[in-house]
């Protein structure tokens, strides 16, 4: 497995099936990548009508080859690529990569033909990158498997894609500015190896030392999450995900013919795992840059000189709204600065040395913020001035990058006026930001990665459940064909899992239910019971605070003839008649599955203002408790629940174990669709949290 893997990356031998004498052809131009790039392996272009080309043997078939071979490259039209597999086999290949064209992203037939290939595959034992791909470069191994135009220089990066347009947009802009990348892999349909196998394949390489990534859905959500969470500790993983808007999202499944999840699920999942999310691709180059160049910092706090009053003011804009911190030099620095500057420059963050700056006031300043512990990065920023030095300048900005362990970021501003610095500034690997605001938001990702990355990793978290009694009433409840828990279903379920709810008891008339309230004690909450009555207060179908039998009578009664106005032809199986819960906050705890990623787990503030006010937070399950304490503080309601104002806080851990339990259950019962808790009444500090309504919806597993 390990070694299929690879072989895409480091052959020692490449067959290209269906090479082409012809420039200009797909068959043509990879042949000719891996000749001009000097891979120094075995080359063998199949086409049974040459005999040569660029001063290569072509063989007829890929039998005919007399040695071993490692990687096939099949660029022949999609119906013959299933022979092309078989033969692969035959020979004993076990990676090919399939440039061809004419499956799942041209429609049905060519949607059938790629499950026949991965089945073939699968039979054959070999792993595929494609169909419909650009091939795959690596810089280390001279090995340009593609039919890109041309090869970036060596370095640090390494890109995946599911456009292989985008690709070679990438290149294109790597060797105009100078970034090396380790690899590029054009993922074409990926009807084989997916994102997650090529992140597993750079988490290994030890060039590569930034992942970035171009993604339009994923193939395995559940599983790129795992492999995503472990590898982001090591190496910075940014992607851009495109399909986040409803729109995006059409073209993005017309484009590769698959499924964009949803954005918001994308965003929890990536969020949790680690990844850096890039909202556009220049925002992935931006990111990708600082990373590739320079140290994580150290510390949070991002250090800003400037020339000019404007761009600094921009800069701690840009801090404000992105989260990143700004923090000042050392009272003793500043008073030594103060002595090298003019009297009317400032020494606070962003420091102002005016418009007359030379480099050495750059330097100085520089200087000051590198031995200043509180201190976690600069930024330069210029602005080309009658007096400004700009080559001098980049080359302080460049010497203090090369010999400090803190971050260094330019926004030298302008084109012409700034041209020779900025050539400076690229040989010395300093990232230039054309606007301030941009280097800001690197600065801030580049410090919320170091606090990921120290963040201790903490395993799921485990309640204790009675799961056999859960399943044996959703399998009944499924064999009598019904696709939602009936009451006292779901506040058994819930008890199996220790979340405790107010004494209920279902009474099938007015009668019935008097007595019911004597045994649980007045006031009570009459509920009605219907299968075809889901939101029961919409119908008139709550009454809370019923104090004694004779308006219990009245209620009832009242109920039964809203409820049945309401939905003439619901029948009304009787009420719930439930203790009374007067104190606590209303909350909601939910589950549900989403397509990509599964059980994604909701909190926030309940009740009947839930979809107005939309104060929730997400999480993909499993869950810990680091992910519930932050669920909670992430709702914009949390000081109501901490306490404010004298009041009393709420039992925040009781809460906890709810939102705990709820993905547990989620992750245990694949059955279970859907659940809600709405309300959960959060009790006072050390007095719990009670489930007052819940539904639970149920499917056969697909
Ligand atoms: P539904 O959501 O179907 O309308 P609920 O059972 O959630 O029905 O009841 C609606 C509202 O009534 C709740 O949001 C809550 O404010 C109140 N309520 C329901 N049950 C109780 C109870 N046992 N104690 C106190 N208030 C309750
Ligand atoms: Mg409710």
Known sequence: ?????????????????????????VGHDIVSNLVRYEFPGRIYPINPKADEMLGLKVYPDILSVESDINLAVVVTPAKSVLSALDDCAKKGVKSAIIISAGFKEGGTDGAELEIELLKRAKELGMRIIGPNCLGVIDTYSNLNASFAADMPEKGNISFLSQSGALCTAMLDWALSEHVGFSKMVSLGNKCDIDETDILNAFAADEKTKVIIGYIEALSDGTRFMKAVKQISKTKPIIIAKSGSTSVGARAASSHT????????????????????????????????????????????????????????????????????????????SKEELKSHLPPTASVENPIDILGDAKADRYDIVIEKAMKSDSVGGVLALLTPQSVTQVEETAKIVAAASKTSKKPVLA?????????????????????????????????????????????????PETIEADDERVSSMVSIALEEGRNRLTHEEIYEVFSCYGIRSPKSIVARDGNGAVSCAEMIGFPVVLKVVS??????????????????????????????????????????????????????????????????????????????????????????????????????????????????????PCDLEAIQKVILAISQLMERHPEIEEIDINPLKALPFGKGALAVDGRVSIGELK
């Open 1 to 25: 497995m390990q070694d299929s893997i690879n072989n895409f990356f480091k052959p020692e031998s490449v067959a290209v099936i269906g090479s082409s004498r012809i420039p200009g052809k």
């Open 257 to 332: 013919g698959s499924l964009a999840g949803s954005n918001m699920a994308y965003d929890v999942a990536f969020w949790q795992s680690g990844i850096i999310r890039a909202n556009t691709m220049q925002e992935l180059i931006d990111y990708a840059l600082a990373f590739s160049y320079q140290p994580i910092p150290q510390n949070p706090g991002l250090l800003i000189v400037t020339n000019a009053g404007g761009p600094g003011i921009l800069a701690a804009d840009a801090a404000g709204l992105s989260g990143a911190r700004l923090s000042d030099l050392d009272s003793q």
């Open 411 to 459: 926004s030298f501003m302008g084109k012409e006026g700034v041209a020779s610095g900025l050539r400076i500034l690229q040989k010395s690997n300093v990232p230039n930001y054309p606007y301030p605001e941009r280097a800001v938001f690197a600065f801030q990702k580049m410090y919320h990665y170091k606090s990921w990355q120290a963040s201790p990793y903490a395993p």
């Open 531 to 648: 299968q075809q009555i889901s939101h029961k207060s919409d119908v008139g179908g709550v009454r809370v605070g019923v104090r004694d039998s004779e308006g219990l009578r009245l209620a009832y009664q009242e109920m039964m003839d809203n409820c049945t106005a309401a939905v003439p032809d619901a029948f009304i199986e009787g009420v719930v008649v439930q203790e009374m819960i007067e104190r606590g906050k209303e909350l909601i705890v939910g589950g549900q599955r989403d397509p990509q990623f599964g059980p994604m787990i909701m909190f926030g503030l309940g009740g009947i203002y839930v979809e107005s006010l939309q104060d929730v937070s997400f999480r993909v399950a499993p869950l810990n408790l680091t992910d519930t304490t932050l669920m909670l503080r992430e709702i914009r309601s949390f000081p109501i629940l901490a306490g404010m104002r004298g009041e009393e």
